[in-house]
Every structure is written in structure tokens, then in C-alpha cells.
């Protein structure tokens, strides 16, 4: 008998693929057949070098306040189409510069620009630049990108995009888009004042499952590209069908911008070949230790947040980084919110209030400097 995926008979879908369908880096999509594998859970307290409290207002209140929305635009960075999400402020005081994790679609992150943008009183211009072909067309014509192309498409998009800029320049990343952050800073130190990871990806967890699974699934170009394959058939049903199966397999809690984003964009073909190629060049590329040295160095311009049960930021990282850099400012969220935060509403408001604080408390270090 053929498998089943959310109803469809796909017969391509054996029992010994079906263990290389967990979720892809970053967990934005949950694929039908996920690994029964947890990761390993952390119970311990952690003493934090930084502890912000945050006085959250209730989503009513935030929701009842004028929100600027985002705008979206298309623009060629070294070449290849990128999608950009921008908001404008009349007369900014910084700029934060937005890099996604893998999945690397900036539509994603609508909520959490939106909130964001509010928190910080609209004094915040705000970009966000998507990873290439990770997008609604195929702009590049089935190319794949690795890691370090995509860390140098995000350097250029700095020269090129931000390069009339006067205010002070702030990077946030997710997962993978933190490490890319880092890298821009180790590359744009004159134009980068601070750098927020959120629930960062920058080393290996060589005791989760679900990597190891995903290592496997991704250095298979045969696995990846059935599993593209896989993926790319369900674009054969119509946007309305596509998003009930979405959001009957993914869950209520799901926003709408987040079944929108995986409708337009994971089903993509071209776009789940490079979510797997760039997962595969990330593998190599982590599998090396942090640079320590650079952390040290830029330790008072970086903060991370950690979650409680994340494989890709897990909580031993917490630890090195506090042993390593200590004077990184370093958080734990512990309100529930997962790795995949930009998926729902409630996980979007809190981090970007999160990075508000973290934004303001260092705004007015940089004015009494």
C-alpha cells in the first residue's frame, strides 16, 4: 500500500525515507513523519549574565496601537533576486538589519518585524533580506547556494543597500541567521554597533537525533531531492486546499502569515533543494567550534537568546558562551515560546519585545559613551 502524507498518496515514500522527513533546520516546516527522538531535555537553573525584566503589555493593548506595516521588494544583490521586508521610520535613530534562519523566507517574520518596529516606538527603521532562491519563484534557475554564498550575499546586501545609513546599525538573526550575523560583523565592523541571536544555531549538537537526521537526509543529493519532490507535489492543490492541510497539520496556534509563508514558499521545488543544500554546507561548516577569539573580542556587542529545549541552540552552548565571552549578555525565554517563535503570534510579540529591551538598554549605552 502506498504511504500517506496529510491524505495524499504518495507512493515514492518508503519506511527507510520516512526516518529522513523530520523537521528541517530551524523547524519552521513539520513534515509528516518527524522523528520519535526528543532532544535532550535541560531542567537545570542557569544563573544569567544579564537579566532583563520585561513588563509585557497584553496583546489587546498592542494590537488596540497604530502598527506600521511591512512593505515587501525585490532587489538584485550580487546578481541573484532577493526578497526584502522593510519598515521606515520618518527620522530613525537605528537600523536593525533582520537575518531569517533556514527556511530563510523573510514572510515568515511579518509578525515579529511588525511588533518589533512597535516596541521600539517607531524611532526604527527595519529591514529584513531573505536567503537566496529560498523564495516564491525561481528567480536563479534550480542553482543552489551554500552557506558561505549566502553570508556573502548578506555582506554585499550591507554595501550595497545600507550603505548610506548614518544611524547605528543592529543586527538580529534566527538559528542559522545568527552565525550569518556574526559573520557579517567579523566583516562590517565599522558599520555593526550590536548583534541579537535569537535561539542561535552556531556549532553542532552532536547529542540530537533529529541533526543527525537531518545531516543524513541533507548530504544525500538523491534523499534531498525526493524529499523536494515530496514537498513540491502538494503545489499541485490549490492555495485554498494548501492552507487547510497546512494548518490542520500544523496546528491552530500557527499564524496566518506563517501558512501563508509555507503555501507561497515551501512548496516550492527549488526552495526545499536549497533549504537542504544550505543545511548540508551548514552541517560542515558547524561542525567546528565557535570562533572564541572573535567572541571575546566583540563580547559587549553581542546577546543571544536561548530556549529551554532547543537541539539547535541548546542550553551547553549557554554555558560555553558565559565561559568563553563573559561579558555577552545572554537570556533564557521561559514562557514557552519554541524555536520556530516567528510561526505564532503569542512566540513573535514576545521575542520582538525581548529585543526591544535589548535594543534600548543598548541605545543609551551607546549615548553616554
Known amino acids: 500500500m502506498p504511504k500517506m502524507l496529510y ?13 529522513f522527513l523530520p523537521p528541517i533546520a530551524g523547524s519552521i516546516l513539520q513534515f509528516a513523519y518527524s522523528s520519535s527522538a526528543s532532544s535532550y531535555s535541560y531542567r537545570r537553573r542557569y544563573t544569567l549574565n544579564l537579566v532583563i525584566a520585561v513588563g509585557m503589555e497584553s496583546k489587546k493593548e498592542l494590537i488596540n496601537k497604530a502598527k506600521s506595516h511591512v512593505s515587501s521588494r525585490l532587489c538584485r544583490v550580487s546578481g541573484s533576486m532577493t526578497e526584502v521586508m522593510e519598515i521606515q521610520a520618518e527620522t530613525p535613530k537605528i537600523h536593525v538589519l533582520f537575518i531569517p534562519g533556514n527556511p530563510g523566507v523573510v514572510s515568515f517574520y511579518n509578525d515579529f518585524l511588525e511588533s518589533l ?59 542559522i541567521g545568527s552565525y550569518i550575523s556574526l559573520e ?22 552532536q547529542q540530537s537525533t533529529k541533526q543527525s537526521l537531518i545531516g543524513k537526509l541533507a548530504s544525500s543529493s538523491l534523499l534531498s531531492a525526493t524529499a ?27 499564524s496566518d502569515t506563517a501558512v501563508q509563508a509555507t503555501c507561497t514558499h515551501l512548496r516550492q521545488y527549488h526552495t526545499m533543494r536549497n533549504v537542504l543544500y544550505m543545511a548540508m554546507t551548514e552541517f560542515r561548516e558547524l561542525a567546528a567550534e565557535p570562533d572564541w577569539e572573535f567572541m571575546r573580542e566583540n563580547q559587549s556587542k553581542l546577546a543571544f537568546l536561548f530556549g529551554i529545549d532547543d537541539h539547535w541552540g541548546p542550553l551547553q552552548l549557554f554555558e560555553e558562551i558565559s565561559k568563553q565571552a ?39 549605552q551607546l549615548q553616554q559613551m
Not at 7 to 19: D, I, K, M
Not at 192 to 205: A, D, E, K, Q, W
Open 228 to 254: 523536494s519532490f515530496l514537498i513540491a507535489s502538494l503545489g499541485l492543490l490549490p492555495m485554498w486546499a494548501a492552507r487547510r492541510l497546512v494548518s490542520n497539520s500544523l496546528g491552530a496556534s500557527w
Open 326 to 364: 563573559p561579558g555577552t549578555s545572554l537570556s533564557i525565554e521561559r514562557e514557552g515560546h519554541t524555536h520556530g517563535f516567528c510561526c505564532t503570534v503569542a512566540g513573535s510579540v514576545w521575542v520582538a519585545q525581548h529585543v526591544a529591551t535589548l535594543i534600548k538598554n543598548r541605545f543609551k
Open 7 to 19: 491524505g495524499l498518496q504518495l507512493p515514492w515514500v518508503t519506511p527507510s525515507l520516512r526516518c
Open 184 to 205: 557579517i560583523l567579523r566583516k562590517c565592523p565599522e558599520k555593526v554597533v550590536y548583534c541579537i541571536g535569537l535561539y542561535p544555531f552556531l556549532t553542532l549538537n
Open 117 to 175: 518596529h512597535q516596541f521600539l516606538d517607531g524611532n526604527s527603521s527595519i529591514t529584513a533580506v531573505g536567503q537566496i532562491s529560498h523564495t516564491s519563484k525561481d528567480w536563479e534557475s534550480g542553482k543552489l547556494f551554500s552557506l558561505q554564498e549566502q553570508i556573502d550575499h548578506k555582506v554585499e546586501f550591507v554595501r550595497q543597500e545600507l550603505e548610506n545609513v548614518k544611524v547605528p546599525i543592529i543586527l538580529v538573526g534566527h538559528s
